[in-house]
């Protein structure tokens, strides 16, 4: 049975929310923290959430934009031309499915961010987590 | 569109017994058996989640094959073909869903860490009967999940070994169900990096060899063929012609949240080492996948400018039939003159694709019967021999009724999968979401967001695909606003509003529930093989006061 110590022992003390009212000073219980996706309730979901929102606003525009735009002036979409697609496909087709893809990557990289910020450490020895861990492997290259 | 009756013979394929292809196709089909033989396994926990033990790269390849279907390999150039800019709807669909599902589940669903899909319906919202609607559902969308692959498989098992269709989906349906019967999840996970490395292999080194042996392309076909797009037929990009404004985003936002509530995809995130795992493995399956829905419109534009060159219109009263869409992108090898060995293995890759999602879908489909309806609620008492047994009949029985469907489908393999999507998009994705994001989600609001989601669906699927007529559908205004495969966008925000509705003039959930749902969000470390489950239990002792 994992114990789980490392909660509040090694928490890092240089975890300043930017402006965040109710800060626990750095010390929170996470299974005492309510969640709801519109009211974060600890500095982590806080940053952790504005990541969120931010990139599935991007996310709704790529995806959704061209095709509304398509929809809204189609002379315009269709008459232009780049690389011999008509732009509405173009973007459709291939700005898209590329787009979702580059933002999941900053996504991820960004979260691993956040696990540095929070000190946050992912390589768990197999089942026995003890609290020794150092935040070692923020690296994302993969 | 769903309408037009689909002939099941592809005209202008050359279906004849080919004895290297057939060689090909036998030798790759004798590797899965042999890869799911050395892998097998004989306990559950390795049957439904490979051991939690897969990594980054790994479980990106095999959540790219589990999730390249024949709808993706031969279904997306299909529906490109066929129905012009719509087409591409399902190309955003199918691939930017993905996104979704990284920042607002991926994470999430890997800490709280169960076995299935209904699993976690179940325990989070602390109701056999919800468990039971999750497994009804996860084996539903199984079922007509795997309808659209065994017709691709067919289709393309006809180019390669002739015969007729009917024997062609028996023989391969039997091959798929044989070797998941042995294998399970282990040998499944482990076979599916291979099937998705044979899948884009043969997918791209056909794209590029039809592109460079007919002029369209050299190096990057995936940019190339827009030069080609002005050559062909108006319908090709012409938007909206075929299909309205409100049916295209419909279709699209059916299959983002499809994506992000099907079970078979979900359960990819149980079998990784850690929550970083499931986030990267993500990113690198969304990579893999496009690669594939990147090149899927230029085979597409291929196909059709060859087909028009050889065989005859494309579009209209005489153009290319169902069948033949379904097969362009081995067609369009064929009609390139490519040597009968390439066109076989272009062949055997959508057979590896097809292969690979069913496998996917029986297993969740088979867990579903096995653990959340047999053990949990039937016998709790199961042993896993028990479990492993009922798992297998599930996967027998489930994969005679597909091959039964699947000799009279109702509609294109791309299209018939769709009805999978708006099927947990409407059930299933809303209970994920406000599961795992709005702690005070309960019961009695997941039951009654469940009946509606299904009920929508059901009626969609009446009204438009069974009971419809040559007329059209039933009910035409309610076609308009749910089509069946765009049901989606106007049903999953009723189901959130009386799961929301139902839940807020009814009880909290108890404070156990809420501290897992909590933990699902902490940004601890978890042991690799704990649930946010053993967390909460474990740490039961003085609850911290409350600031």
């Known amino acids: 049975m994992a114990d789980n110590t490392s909660r509040s022992s090694e928490r890092r003390t240089d975890i300043e929310t930017d402006g965040g009212v109710e800060t626990d000073g750095g010390t929170v219980d996470y299974l005492d923290a309510r ?38 002036a189609p002379d315009l979409m269709t008459s232009i031309t780049v690389l011999g697609f008509p ?5 459709t087709a291939t700005g898209a499915p590329l787009g979702a893809l580059v933002l999941s990557f900053i996504y991820a990289r960004k979260r691993d961010q956040l696990d540095e910020k929070y000190g946050i450490d992912h390589s768990t020895p197999k089942t026995t987590s003890d609290s020794g861990a150092v935040a070692s492997d923020g690296g994302s290259e993969q | 569109m769903m309408l037009t009756p689909l002939d099941l013979l592809p005209d202008a394929l050359n279906a004849s017994f080919k004895i290297v292809p057939a060689i090909m196709v036998t030798g790759m089909l004798l590797l899965f058996l042999g890869i799911g033989y050395a892998f097998r396994v004989a306990d559950t926990d390795d049957l439904w989640v490979a051991g939690r033990s897969i990594g980054n790269v790994e479980n ?38 993905y996104f979704v599902l990284l920042i607002f589940m991926a994470a999430q669903m890997r800490r709280f860490g169960k076995y299935t899909a209904p699993d976690f319906v ?73 099937q998705y490395v044979i899948l884009i292999v043969a997918f791209l080194a056909g794209l590029y060899a039809v592109g460079f042996t007919q ?89 059709t400018d060859l087909y028009a060159n050889n065989v005859g219109q494309v579009y209209g009263a005489n153009g290319m039939s169902g069948a ?12 390139a003159n490519l040597p009968t060995w390439f066109v076989g293995l272009v062949a055997a890759g959508g057979i590896a694709a097809a292969i690979a999602t069913t496998a996917g879908l029986f297993i969740a489909a088979s867990s579903a019967a096995a653990h959340d309806i047999y053990t949990n609620i039937i016998n709790p008492d199961a042993t896993q021999r028990q479990q492993l047994i009922i798992g297998r009949l599930t996967i027998i029985a489930l994969g005679a009724i597909v091959t ?81 495969v765009g049901a989606a966008l106007a049903g999953t925000p009723i189901v959130f509003a009386v799961t929301i509705g139902v839940s807020l003039v009814t009880d909290e959930p108890p404070e156990r529930i809420k501290r897992i749902v909590r933990q699902c969000h902490s940004p601890e470390p978890m042991g690799q093989q704990q649930s946010a489950e053993d967390v909460v239990s474990a740490s039961n002792g003085p609850v911290s006061g409350d600031d």
């Open chain 2, 324 to 335: 033949e869409g379904d097969v362009i992108v081995v067609l369009a090898s064929q009609l």
């Open chain 2, 404 to 484: 039964v469907t699947a000799l009279n489908p109702p509609a294109l393999v791309g299209e018939l999968v769709a009805l999978a999507f708006s099927l947990a998009g409407l059930v299933l994705f809303p209970m994920f979401f406000l599961g795992l994001w709005w702690e005070n989600a309960n019961r009695e609001g997941a039951l009654a967001g469940m009946t509606t989601g299904l009920l929508i669906w059901t009626a969609a699927v009446f009204n438009e695909l069974i009971f419809a007529t040559d007329a059209g559908p039933v009910v035409p205004l309610y076609a308009d606003i749910f089509p069946a």
């Open chain 2, 122 to 194: 179940g325990d989070r919202f602390n109701s056999d009967t919800a468990r039971a609607i999750g497994a009804l559902t996860t084996i539903l969308i199984g079922f007509v999940y795997s309808v659209g692959q065994a017709r691709g498989m067919g289709l393309v098992g006809i180019y390669v070994f002739g015969g007729d269709y009917t024997t062609m989906v028996v023989l391969m349906m039997a091959i798929t169900v044989g070797y998941l019967a042995l294998s399970g999840m282990l040998g499944a996970t482990k076979n599916m990096a291979v």
């Open chain 2, 60 to 97: 990106g390849m095999a959540i790219g094959a589990n999730w390249m279907s024949a709808a993706s390999y031969l279904g997306m150039a299909a529906l490109i073909a066929l129905s012009g800019y719509y087409g591409l709807a399902f190309v955003i669909g199918w691939s930017t869903g």
């Open chain 2, 215 to 303: 002029g369209y392309s050299t190096f990057a076909p995936q940019i190339e063929y827009g030069a080609l797009l002005s050559s062909l037929s108006s319908e090709f990009t012409e938007p909206f012609s075929s299909s309205s404004y409100y049916l295209w985003i419909a279709t699209a936002f059916s299959l983002i949240v499809g994506t992000c509530g099907l079970p078979h995809v979900l359960v990819r995130f149980y079998t990784v080492e850690s929550e970083r795992t499931a986030r990267w493995s993500t990113v690198w399956g969304l990579f893999f996948i496009c690669l594939l829905y990147l090149s899927a419109p230029a085979f597409a534009a291929f196909g």
């Open chain 1, 87 to 91: 732009l509405h496909y173009l973007l």
């Open chain 1, 35 to 72: 969640v709801n996706i519109f009211k974060p309730s600890t500095p982590f979901m806080r940053d952790h959430l504005k990541i969120v929102w931010t990139m599935f606003a991007a996310w709704v525009l790529i995806v959704f934009g061209p095709v509304t735009a398509t929809y809204l």
